[in-house]
């Protein structure tokens, strides 16, 4: 058993596809996490980067806490399951899951025992004497995972396994994953192109597009807290429902007003509670999920174009403005709508979701980082923060901090906060705090608060940051570490040189293993890769420096 840390890695192929893009994900050990998205995304690709099969352009990979970029898939102890599955025909099911044992010349009771045990786990010990012809496709599944289970790794990788099999046996597989995965608690990565996988396997899902991570978090997390349009509408089925148009303020009221005709929703005060005022009105998108939308006798007036009548549900089609496709509503089986009737629809207001115009990001969700300004931020403190500025040419405007680094109590940055609302995600709740001065901060914590309650909340200075008048971050721990000399990275056909005044190394090459961003500047530290000694460059910001490459040591020549 082990766990899987994947940072920045990054693949680009040589016809220059880039194929994944700065991954970072930590897999706890016995965890089941799924990665979804589309065909083409980036999955097979980054699985096969952590078994081995694949070579990484950039980035770090530890299977526990072992560096494995270098390190021969077999030397990795991971078991990755295909679509197809090769048995050997010839021999029978027991040789088969022994084959592997035996290449590694284990004693015949230490076999027995392994396979058996397997067998059992997966309810095929009545198979043993047969040969994969006499197998159904199922059965042959089975086979070939308890191939892999009798080796004991310290993960499972699988890689579409089920597309190869009928609807039927699909979803009895599923459940038979799920169940081996309880059984034996050993960690799981498992891609797919099917949410109803992804949203029935996963203790966690990573949602992917073009490379990029869009989302990590529970099924109900993501179905409930969609980060971006992508997500809400690749989670759930029917899709949710999106409406384009505006946000305005009225009165007091925040309302969505649908583009091209006169559909409106009011929106809860405490859903765009981060957004400041200046933005309104505010282009955006409306999403609604097909089981919140309420057909009654209040709302917008339409007519009915389409029923389906799916068993347990009934789904009903219709237009509204902001829209060109049908909406969809999904109600009860006792629906008696027909076609062309009048309806009047609204939303629940308490399930809408709103997205930027802008990017398509959540407006809803709790914005990760906090910002304020430094005008209200003690100066005592600022200057604290300050010294660890890597560029103290750059002039900060903001300082930011991580929402989760935000505690009850007393910090080196102190707030008073009163509650206005609250959003559940599993075990714990997301609250908005308003501060004195109007701005709102989330915190999360299992801890439960009232509406209306003051407290103090604070961070601790190691988690504040100065940050540019664009976001970028400016400050970084590593700077009060030790001072980082100044050089430049040259980029050539043979490799990536690096210049310095003066040559205080011992070695010639070095690999990158950490890159830090900060406005125009970065630091790199490399690793000798002889004797492993560290060293720190400051170095102008450039888009091909990559964590893992290797940078080649000259001396700068005096003009
Ligand atoms: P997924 O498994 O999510 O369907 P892949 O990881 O297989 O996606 O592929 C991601 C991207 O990389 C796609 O654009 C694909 O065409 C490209 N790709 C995959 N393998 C290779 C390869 N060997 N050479 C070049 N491009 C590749
Ligand atoms: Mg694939």
């Known amino acids: 058993m082990a766990s899987i840390r994947l940072e920045n890695v990054t693949k680009v192929y040589k016809a220059g596809v880039r194929a994944v893009s700065d991954?970072?994900?930590?897999?706890?050990?016995?965890?089941?996490?799924?990665?979804?998205?589309?065909?083409?995304?980036?999955?097979?690709?980054?699985?096969?980067?952590?078994?081995?099969?694949?070579?990484?352009?950039?980035?770090?990979?530890?299977?526990?806490?072992?560096?494995?970029?270098?390190?021969?898939?077999k030397d990795r102890n991971i078991a990755m399951v295909f679509q197809s599955y090769a048995l050997y025909p010839h021999m029978t099911v027991y040789d088969n899951m022994a084959y592997s044992l035996r290449c590694h010349h284990a004693k015949k009771e230490e076999i027995e025992e392994k396979v058996q045990k397997a067998a059992a786990i997966l309810g095929i010990q009545d198979l043993l004497k047969r040969t994969p012809r006499e197998l159904s496709g199922g059965q042959r599944q089975r086979v070939a995972l308890g191939r892999t289970i009798v080796r004991e790794p310290s993960a499972f990788l699988f890689d579409e396994p089920l597309s190869n099999l009928d609807a039927k046996l699909r979803v009895q597989m599923r459940a038979e994953i799920n169940k081996l995965h309880q059984d034996i608690r050993t960690t799981f990565v498992y891609v797919t192109h099917d949410q109803t996988e992804a949203m029935t396997m996963g203790d966690r899902i990573v949602v992917m597009k073009d490379g990029l991570i869009q989302q990590v978090d529970t099924p109900m997390n993501l179905y409930e807290h969609p980060a971006n349009v992508f997500v809400a509408t690749f989670l759930g089925s029917p899709q949710m429902n999106i409406l384009k148009g505006e946000i305005a303020i009225e009165g007091k009221k925040k309302v969505f007003k649908s583009e091209n005709g006169d559909f409106s929703t009011q929106i809860p005060d405490i859903d765009l509670c981060q957004i400041e005022e200046s933005r309104y009105p505010l282009q955006a998108y409306l999403g609604v999920r097909p089981a919140d939308v309420r057909i009654g006798d209040k709302g917008y007036e339409t007519k009915v174009e389409l029923v389906e009548r799916l068993g347990e549900q009934t789904l009903v089609y219709f237009h509204l403005p902001g829209r060109k496709e049908f909406v969809i509503a999904s109600l009860p089986s006792g629906s008696r709508l027909l076609e062309n009737d009048i309806v009047k629809v609204s939303f629940d207001i308490e399930k809408l979701h709103l997205f930027s115009a802008e990017d398509e990001t959540s407006l809803t969700n709790a914005v990760p980082y906090v910002k304020l300004?430094?005008?209200?931020?003690?100066?005592?403190?600022?200057?604290?923060?300050?010294?660890?500025?890597?560029?103290?040419?750059?002039?900060?405007?903001?300082?930011?901090?991580?929402?989760?680094?935000?505690?009850?109590?007393?910090?080196?940055?102190?707030?008073?906060?009163?509650?206005?609302?609250?959003?559940?995600?599993?075990?714990?709740?997301?609250?908005?705090?308003?501060?004195?001065?109007g701005k709102v901060v989330p915190f999360r914590t299992p801890k439960s608060y009232k509406i209306g309650?003051?407290?103090?909340?604070?961070?601790?200075?190691?988690?504040?940051?100065?940050?540019?008048?664009?976001?970028?971050?400016?400050?970084?721990?590593?700077?009060?570490?030790?001072?980082?000399?100044?050089?430049?990275?040259?980029?050539?056909?043979?490799?990536?040189?690096?210049?310095?005044?003066?040559?205080?190394?011992?070695?010639?090459?070095?690999?990158?293993?950490?890159?830090?961003?900060?406005?125009?500047?970065?630091?790199?530290?490399?690793?000798?890769?002889?004797?492993?000694?560290?060293?720190?460059?400051?170095?102008?910001?450039?888009?091909?420096?990559?964590?893992?490459?290797?940078?080649?040591?000259?001396?700068?020549?005096?003009?």
């Open 23 to 73: 991954f970072s994900l930590t897999i706890e050990d016995g965890e089941f996490i799924v990665f979804v998205g589309p065909s083409g995304c980036g999955k097979s690709t980054t699985l096969r980067m952590i078994a081995g099969l694949e070579d990484i352009t950039s980035g770090n990979v530890f299977i526990g806490d072992k560096y494995v970029n270098d390190l021969e898939p």
């Open 373 to 437: 300004g430094l005008d209200e931020v003690d100066s005592s403190l600022r200057e604290k923060v300050g010294k660890r500025l890597v560029d103290p040419s750059e002039a900060p405007h903001h300082l930011v901090f991580s929402a989760s680094e935000i505690r009850e109590g007393k910090g080196d940055l102190s707030f008073e906060a009163k509650i206005e609302g609250k959003k559940d995600y599993g075990e714990e709740s997301n609250y908005f705090a308003r501060l004195k001065d």
């Open 453 to 559: 309650e003051t407290l103090t909340l604070g961070v601790e200075e190691g988690k504040l940051n100065l940050a540019s008048e664009g976001g970028e971050r400016l400050t970084d721990d590593i700077v009060s570490e030790l001072e980082p000399h100044e050089a430049t990275l040259e980029f050539r056909p043979r490799g990536c040189f690096l210049s310095e005044g003066s040559l205080h190394n011992h070695e010639k090459a070095y690999q990158l293993v950490r890159l830090v961003k900060l406005g125009k500047k970065s630091i790199i530290e490399l690793k000798g890769k002889e004797k492993g000694e560290s060293l720190r460059y400051l170095v102008p910001s450039n888009d091909l420096t990559y964590v893992s490459m290797m940078v080649y040591m000259r001396k700068k020549l005096k003009a």
